[in-house]
């Protein structure tokens, strides 16, 4: 069992949802507004982080974002110190996933093979792939890859006794979720799998697609994981901190989801 925790770390209220949903959108021009989170699972066997958020320095790089505070920070206000997280779990390779990797320099990383290989391949420059993912990250995970910390999965795994990996793909080619038993059942950690609970509850795909039926797929398998749909937990919806609890204290920081 894990306690399991959404923090979050900054927000983008100037977003649009033309720019969050796949295909023509007649509303294109409608605001809607983006979080970004990083989850925490606490347990007996370990911690867990999923994903690594962005820094300030690259809020205030790329513009528009409020950075509201480190998710270091608000995992230590939560009684975690960075050297207490043993692994982070990268759920995929964008920028917005992988910016405080080197705050937790004791733990071992775990990814999909096939992402790595992405950002690591042929078609990185192309496009706007420059731009969704940071190429001072990636480095940093060709570096540590030397180590042995990196953990490069090929699909679904148990990382720890009640807590598993599942490859989905459809938003990026290694696209992975995290199931974490909690006491209200199997929690699913979609990360972006599902960015928003538009996505996953209307069967609506996000813009940003690299294979769509896989994308489909993605959302089949994210409710089929899940114990109920209460404990799909979007990546970047700011309704998450309407359904689950704020964290005493850490009120718009963190909430507990189970
Ligand atoms: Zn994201």
Redesign the pocket.
């Known amino acids: 069992m894990y306690e399991l925790y959404a923090l979050r770390y900054a927000h983008r209220d100037a977003s649009v949802r033309g720019e969050h949903f796949y295909g023509h959108d007649p509303c294109a021009l409608d605001p809607y507004p983006i979080d ?1 989170y990083v989850w925490a699972a606490i347990g007996e066997h370990g911690v867990v982080l999923v994903d690594a958020g962005f820094t300030e320095e690259t809020a205030g790089r790329r513009g528009n974002r409020h950075y509201l505070r480190s998710p270091v920070d608000t995992l230590a206000a939560l009684g975690v110190a960075a050297d207490g997280v043993g692994h982070v779990v990268l759920s ?1 390779l ?1 920028y ?2 992988t910016g405080h990797l080197r705050d937790f320099p004791e733990a071992r990383i775990v990814l999909q093979r096939s992402e790595l290989a992405f950002w690591t391949g042929p078609h990185a420059h192309r496009g706007d792939y420059p731009h969704l993912a940071d190429p001072d990250d990636i480095a940093y995970l060709v570096r540590e890859n030397f180590t042995g910390r990196v953990r490069q999965l090929d699909g679904d795994h148990e990382l720890l006794p009640g807590l598993s990996v599942h490859h989905v793909g459809g938003h990026t080619p290694g696209m992975q979720v995290v199931r974490v038993r909690t006491a209200r059942g199997d929690a699913v950690v979609a ?2 799998a599902g ?1 928003f609970y538009d996505n996953i509850e209307a069967d609506r795909p996000y813009g940003i697609v690299d294979h769509l039926p896989a994308m489909y797929d993605a959302f089949d398998r994210v409710r089929a994981l899940a114990g109920s749909p209460e404990l799909v937990v979007a ?2 919806d700011p309704l998450v901190l309407e359904r689950y609890p704020a964290v005493p204290g850490l009120e718009g920081y963190a909430v507990r989801i189970a």
């Open positions: 970004y995929h964008h917005d996933h990360s972006d960015h990546g970047h």
